[in-house]
């Protein structure tokens, strides 16, 4: 049996609860819009071959520009195009890590089920 002035499992303290979460909940898409634009401006780096070959990717892995160093093209098409990949791996790793540093700060102190 339910104790009186339980309802349904619900009394105050738990609505209280809930309205708290709700208004963390809040703060955290407000944050993670915030954060979406901060991504989109972000500048990411990859290098490859010492700097020859250069990526520059958002946070949001979205390509913005290449790099390459003339005096990689004598390195020939297949090197130069192994440098280029090996640059976006980078670029798309260092945003990656970048994102998901930025997503716990945005969730941290937050007792969010899952995370």
């Known amino acids: 049996m339910a104790e009186k002035g339980q309802g349904f ?34 500048e990411i780096l990859g290098e490859s071959g010492g700097g020859l070959i250069k990526v520059v990717v958002t946070g949001n892995q979205e390509p913005k520009r290449v790099e390459i160093d003339p005096s990689a093209l004598a390195e020939g098409a297949e090197v130069l195009s192994d440098l280029v990949a090996a640059a976006m791996k980078d670029a798309y790793k260092k945003s990656t890590e970048t994102m998901r540093e930025r997503m716990e700060d945005l969730t941290s102190g937050l007792e969010l089920p899952g995370m």
Not at 10 to 34: D, I, N, P, S, T
């Open 9 to 42: 499992g619900f009394g105050l303290g738990k609505m209280k609860e809930l309205a708290e979460a709700f208004k963390k909940a809040q703060q955290v898409q407000e944050g993670a819009k915030r954060l979406q634009e901060e991504l989109e401006q972000m």
